[in-house]
């Protein structure tokens, strides 16, 4: 697939069609799965980043995921996100398979968000869009082993996940810091079904890697049903006229705008 046709499709997915569906998988799902990996969550306990700035944590990640999107890897601005996303990871010693981890939960995610809730089903086109966009990105960020196929790379990440995932300090402080934010975003009243639902939205190992309590069977139904419903109803909805991402609203963390060398930890 070329590049134009790559990230037209792309930019049409994320910004116009499924934009909902997008920012829970491909920022929330991705996020927060990252977080049971015992190096990777490693790494960001280490620097105490989240933990102290959890909305900026979550911001960064989610703008450059965006810019990418928005702007294309090809072009200056996605390649100038590219390389701040590069400088900033360049400062840990990371290893190339859990780099590879999060570069297909990018790919992955989304389509198996998309099989379970979406308005539409994803045609094979723009399945392997998402394949060889985030590719391009990961060879942009010099992964030089890539799976060479969507099946693939759903494969290594099962297999990853059954052999690095498990429950450490770190993933549980973490986890309450991510839960935390998420809470925060919501009334008061209304904060005390942040892990429930999470717990309800994850599979059950996940349940224990975060110390979340496993929720009845009903609420995961109820929880499951509701987005399958809000699917089915979006199917009706009218889409935007032009593709609108995460950093179009007013991002919590920069009221006033952001420039790329902001993303990260100072």
């Given at each position: 697939?070329?590049?134009?046709?790559?990230?037209?499709?792309?930019?049409?997915?994320?910004?116009?069609?499924?934009?909902?569906?997008?920012?829970?998988?491909?920022?929330?799902?991705?996020?927060?799965?990252?977080?049971?990996?015992?190096?990777?969550?490693?790494?960001?306990?280490?620097?105490?980043?989240?933990?102290?700035?959890?909305?900026?944590?979550?911001?960064?990640?989610?703008?450059?995921?965006?810019?990418?999107?928005?702007?294309?890897?090809?072009?200056?601005?996605?390649?100038?996100?590219?390389?701040?996303?590069?400088?900033?990871?360049?400062?840990?010693?990371?290893?190339?398979?859990?780099y590879l981890y999060v570069l297909v939960g990018l790919m992955c995610e989304p389509i198996a968000w998309n099989q379970a809730y979406g308005w539409r089903r994803f045609t094979d086109q723009e399945r392997q869009a998402n394949y060889w966009f985030w590719r391009r990105v990961g060879e942009r960020m010099h992964?030089?082993?890539?799976?060479?196929?969507?099946?693939?790379?759903?494969?290594?990440?099962?297999?990853?996940?059954?052999?690095?995932?498990?429950?450490?300090?770190?993933?549980?402080?973490?986890?309450?810091?991510?839960?935390?934010?998420?809470?925060?975003?919501?009334?008061?009243?209304?904060?005390?079904?942040?892990?429930?639902?999470?717990?309800?939205?994850?599979?059950?190992?996940?349940?224990?890697?975060?110390?979340?309590?496993?929720?009845?069977?009903?609420?995961?139904?109820?929880?499951?049903?509701?987005?399958?419903?809000?699917?089915?109803?979006?199917?009706?909805?009218?889409?935007?006229?032009?593709?609108?991402?995460?950093?179009?609203?007013?991002?919590?963390?920069?009221?006033?705008?952001?420039?790329?060398?902001?993303?990260?930890?100072?």
């Amino acid at each position: 697939m070329d590049d134009d046709t790559c990230e037209a499709i792309m930019r049409r997915l994320v910004g116009r069609e499924f934009r909902f569906d997008y920012e829970r998988s491909m920022v929330d799902m991705v996020f927060a799965k990252g977080l049971a990996a015992p190096r990777i969550a490693g790494m960001i306990h280490a620097n105490r980043y989240m933990t102290a700035f959890p909305q900026k944590r979550y911001d960064d990640t989610a703008i450059l995921m965006m810019e990418f999107v928005k702007h294309g890897y090809s072009s200056p601005r996605g390649a100038a996100a590219i390389e701040r996303m590069n400088r900033v990871h360049g400062r840990f010693s990371i290893l190339q398979a859990d780099y590879l981890y999060v570069l297909v939960g990018l790919m992955c995610e989304p389509i198996a968000w998309n099989q379970a809730y979406g308005w539409r089903r994803f045609t094979d086109q723009e399945r392997q869009a998402n394949y060889w966009f985030w590719r391009r990105v990961g060879e942009r960020m010099h992964l030089t082993v890539i799976p060479d196929s969507l099946e693939a790379c759903q494969a290594f990440k099962r297999d990853y996940e059954a052999a690095q995932f498990k429950r450490t300090k770190a993933s549980l402080e973490l986890s309450q810091a991510l839960f935390g934010l998420v809470a925060s975003w919501l009334p008061r009243p209304l904060r005390f079904v942040v892990r429930p639902v999470v717990a309800s939205l994850l599979d059950e190992v996940f349940v224990d890697y975060f110390g979340l309590r496993a929720p009845p069977a009903v609420l995961r139904r109820v929880v499951h049903t509701g987005l399958w419903l809000r699917g089915a109803a979006a199917r009706f909805w009218p889409r935007p006229k032009d593709p609108t991402f995460y950093m179009d609203a007013p991002v919590r963390s920069y009221p006033h705008g952001y420039g790329l060398a902001d993303r990260g930890p100072p």
